[in-house]
């Protein structure tokens, strides 16, 4: 059984674009539009990794990862913050909340999944 990877990202097509990138690497990929609408999908389902975008309208991805780190099923989800944020500030919120890696847009699809092999196997 594929891995399941929930792709976080108010862009409809940089979602479809690292969806594509994941699926075509035998990933199982969820999609969510903010951070709001992808705690709604963490429901007790097995999601091995979250991509997430950090500027995002109704809740920010540094907030999301906060709140999904408080749901003990994920609690150790590996996560990856995929943005256009490159400042060090920015890298340490994310990492203070619980992200694991941080790839900056915009990104080789290749430049992802390495990071994304890194932290799950497919």
Not at 4 to 9: E, T
Not at 96 to 106: D, L, R, S, T, Y
């Amino acid at each position: 059984m594929s891995k399941s990877i929930l792709i976080v990202d108010d862009s409809a097509s940089l979602r479809q674009v690292v969806s594509i990138a994941l699926k075509q690497a035998g990933y199982h990929t969820l999609e969510a539009c903010d951070g709001r609408d992808a705690l709604s999908k963490l429901n007790g389902q097995k999601i091995h990794l979250i991509i997430s975008d950090v500027n995002m309208p109704n809740m920010d991805g540094i907030a999301f990862v906060q709140a999904a780190k408080q749901k003990a099923e994920y609690r150790f989800t590996p996560v990856i913050m995929l943005t256009t944020e490159a400042g060090e500030g920015m890298k340490q919120r994310g990492q203070a909340a619980g992200a694991k890696a941080w790839v900056v847009k915009p990104f080789q699809p290749a430049q992802m999944l390495a990071a994304v092999s890194k932290l799950i196997a497919p």
